[in-house]
């Protein structure tokens, strides 16, 4: 099991460039959420999706899409870059228990992808 | 919306003593208070959690207490060492029924041999 991977590990874009950021997770998980670390301000929620062809806004969407064709791929688009998005995103995916409250489960993270805009 | 408060933003302790992390939430129907640990250039993984149906949980050298009278639940690592230099962060979420999480602003955990 490989858990939740991200591609780039790390990239680097001028302003107005566009880019894909890829997560996948093996573990059949319903749930997958992208998230945006900056110093100080914790984790900040962009969107997320609770399965196959569903996505919602988070804390901070402004500035980014996402897709979540396959079940277990969620894809971050930027489409024109700006210097506020140099941070570092973090996918994560968690599965419900088809209990009635989905509240109680952990969430996976992947391990980071690292954007600078220049 | 959920808002979550994390206190201190940095701790330093020396090893062996005990290290607390507060974290303060807003929204009366949160029932799950997840807590992470995201050491240097890597990923946040869980450590403990707790229910609003439970008042307290152990797990070895780690607790949670939560108070849901006064919206305010906190991290007891005992005996601490070197290896629990971490960022940790304190999540909840915005009410029961939602899988989302609202993460606090992280505590920078340094334990001083």
């Known amino acids: 099991n490989a858990g939740v991977t991200q591609t780039p590990k790390f990239r680097v874009l001028k302003t107005g460039q566009s880019m894909t950021l890829l997560c996948a997770q093996d573990?059949?998980?319903?749930?997958m959420y992208w998230y945006r670390q900056d110093p100080g301000m914790g984790l900040r929620l962009i969107h997320y999706s609770v399965g196959e062809g569903t996505t919602a806004k988070g804390e901070v969407p402004d500035g980014y899409n996402v897709s979540r064709l396959k079940k277990q791929n969620f894809l971050l688009g930027l489409e024109s870059a700006a210097p506020s998005q140099t941070s570092v995103y973090f996918c994560?995916?968690?599965?419900?228990?088809?209990?009635?409250?989905?509240?109680?489960?952990?969430?996976?993270f992947g391990p980071g992808t690292r954007l600078t805009v220049l | 919306g959920e808002n979550v408060e994390q206190h201190p933003s940095t701790l330093s302790v020396q090893e062996g003593d005990s290290a607390v992390i507060k974290c303060t939430y807003s929204?009366?129907?949160?029932?799950?208070f997840p807590w992470y640990k995201q050491e240097l250039g890597k990923r946040p993984q869980l450590i403990i959690d707790i229910r609003s149906n439970v008042g307290e949980k152990k797990d070895q050298r780690i607790a949670v207490t939560l108070n849901k009278t006064a919206k305010h639940f906190s991290l007891h690592i005992t005996e601490t060492q070197p290896e629990d230099s971490a960022v940790y962060f304190c999540?909840?979420?915005?009410?029961?029924?939602?899988?989302?999480?609202?993460f606090g602003k992280g505590t920078k955990l340094s334990v001083i041999p």
């Open positions: 929204d009366s129907a949160s029932n799950y």
């Open positions: 999540a909840a979420n915005p009410g029961a029924g939602s899988y989302q999480l609202t």
């Open positions: 573990m059949n998980h319903e749930y």
């Open positions: 994560a995916s968690s599965y419900s228990y088809g209990g009635p409250d989905p509240s109680y489960n952990e969430q996976f």
